[in-house]
């Protein structure tokens, strides 16, 4: 197997996200450690499809695994905020154009510290796109999903939970849950469902099945730990209980903020939002209070949806916000 070398993220930057403000404080760094199969890249022709990326970064203790369950293609319709036009020709700008829409990742992380493995998310499982990767995914790293000792879903939005219930089984059968009670009770509420669009009713049905069959799944209350030096953050406004995921040790730290960001249209306009939320102006509101914050202290991030493995920085260049992705590279 090739030889692969860390690199270090910037270290020692003061981290004011993550405490008593918006999300708490700490450090950033850590080592970017690519274990890619076959050919990088994309998946966009069947000559590439068997290939299954994985990358792992070092923080502290921990070893974080990015894994993806497929891709989709999102309609250039599916940004409010901007004309189709204006996104497909982004999208063209990018190279994330597809003649159906946007080329949409879904990244999944694993955590593990020796002890435990925390899967953050578990994609659309075959219901969207082309996905239903993640168990060669985990497979690939050595593990079985019955080997997931938690799972924690950031929201209840069909391609972050689909891969928890196939075929009306619980597809983690060990593994505590962990959604946010808020949106617990928004996806399992009768009359919310009742009254939604066509689009969303697979999040509310599959909402329900999680539910019922994971007898062990624990609502959260707000920011919290869920294990030494694994930490919920609340990013309300996407969902009403759309959280992030902080990961911090020995002074290093990477957060998940999951759909906070999109490709093409994030993080240089926060009023461009995507077809599936419940709150728009909630979820631009963070956004805008997010974004600068992140930027002015360098943040590392780890992303659903951006090209793999979702892993970057919001900066700032003359004061208008890009997406950087994060620095990695084979051994010579």
């Excluded at 270290?11 to 404080?25: K, Q, T």
């Excluded at 075959?126 to 019955?146: E, F, N, W």
């Excluded at 077809?275 to 991030?301: C, H, N, V, Y």
Aim: hydrophobic share 45%; net charge neutral.
């Amino acid at each position: 197997m090739t030889q692969l070398s860390r690199r270090a993220f910037a270290g020692g930057l003061p981290l004011g996200l993550f405490g008593g403000g918006l999300l708490g404080s700490g450090l950033i760094g850590g080592g970017l450690l690519p274990l890619i199969t076959g050919t990088p890249g994309l998946a966009a022709s069947p000559a590439v499809a068997n290939v299954t990326p994985l990358a792992q970064i070092k923080v502290g203790r921990f070893t974080v695994t990015a894994l993806t369950d497929g891709y989709a293609d999102m309609p250039y319709t599916y940004f409010p905020g901007r004309t189709a036009a204006q996104v497909e020709q982004a999208a063209v700008a990018q190279f994330v154009a597809r003649p159906s829409g946007v080329r949409f990742l879904f990244n999944q992380f694993l955590i593990e510290d020796g002890d435990r493995k925390i899967l953050l998310d578990t994609g659309p499982a075959g219901s969207i796109g082309q996905t239903g990767a993640l168990p060669k995914a985990l497979a690939a790293v050595g593990l079985r999903r019955d080997q997931i000792d938690a799972v924690i879903v950031t929201h209840m939005h069909q391609d972050h939970l689909g891969g928890l219930v196939v075929g009306g089984q619980a597809n983690y059968p060990n593994a505590d849950v962990f959604i946010d009670r808020r949106d617990i009770a928004y996806w399992t509420d009768p009359a919310k469902r009742s009254g939604a669009p066509d689009y969303l009713q697979p999040s509310f049905q599959m909402s329900a099945e999680v539910v019922r069959l994971y007898p062990r799944l624990q609502a959260i209350d707000g920011q919290r730990e869920i294990a030494r030096g694994i930490s919920i953050v609340d990013l309300t406004g996407h969902t009403p209980g759309h959280i992030g995921v902080r990961i911090a040790d020995s002074g290093q730290s990477l957060i998940m903020v999951s759909d906070m960001v999109f490709p093409v249209v994030h993080p240089g306009a926060t009023d461009v939002g995507f077809l599936f939320e419940q709150d728009r102006l909630a979820a631009k509101t963070m956004r805008d209070r997010f974004f600068p914050l992140a930027a002015s202290e360098g943040a590392l991030i780890a992303s659903t949806h951006m090209a793999f493995p979702g892993l970057g920085r919001i900066v700032s260049d003359r004061g208008q916000l890009g997406w950087q992705v994060a620095d990695w590279a084979l051994q010579t």
